[in-house]
Nanobody
Framework: QVQLVESGGGLVQAGGSLRLSCAASGIIGVGINIMGWYRQAPGKQRELVAAATGGGTTNYADSVKGRFTISRDNTNKTVYLQMNSLQPEDTAVYYC??????????????WGRGTQVTVSS
């Protein structure tokens, strides 16, 4: 059973930094295609924050470009999100997401339970 364990959320003042981590376990397959972070603020839809492929290609939401950096440790199946210059509008629950590829050729996506990030002004 795939499990994603997130950590690193918390309360920070505007302009501060946080680093989120997500460790994946229980993955039996070819490997992990994409590891990423989404967020959902109260009353809003869940949105992509950043994603990284196994080959190192990254993708960011326009709102976080230049402030957030995603990285992954493929050996330890862990993805990180370094968040700098945090603003109140970054306040949300942040979810880890991974896409696993299986030997059958199919893929499946899994979600973490989420970690709260609150930025005070």
């Amino acid at each position: 059973q795939v499990q994603l364990v997130e950590s690193g959320g918390g309360l920070v003042q505007a302009g501060g930094s946080l680093r989120l981590s997500c460790a994946a376990s229980g993955i039996i397959g070819v490997g992990i295609n994409i590891m990423g972070w989404y967020r959902q603020a109260p009353g809003k839809q869940r949105e992509l924050v950043a994603a990284a492929t196994g080959g190192g290609t990254t993708n960011y939401a326009d709102s976080v470009k230049g402030r957030f950096t995603i990285s992954r440790d493929n050996t330890n199946k862990t993805v990180y999100l370094q968040m700098n210059s945090l603003q109140p509008e970054d306040t949300a629950v942040y979810y880890c997401n991974v896409e696993v590829k299986y030997f059958s050729g199919t893929t499946n996506r899994y979600w973490g339970r989420g970690t709260q990030v609150t930025v005070s002004s």
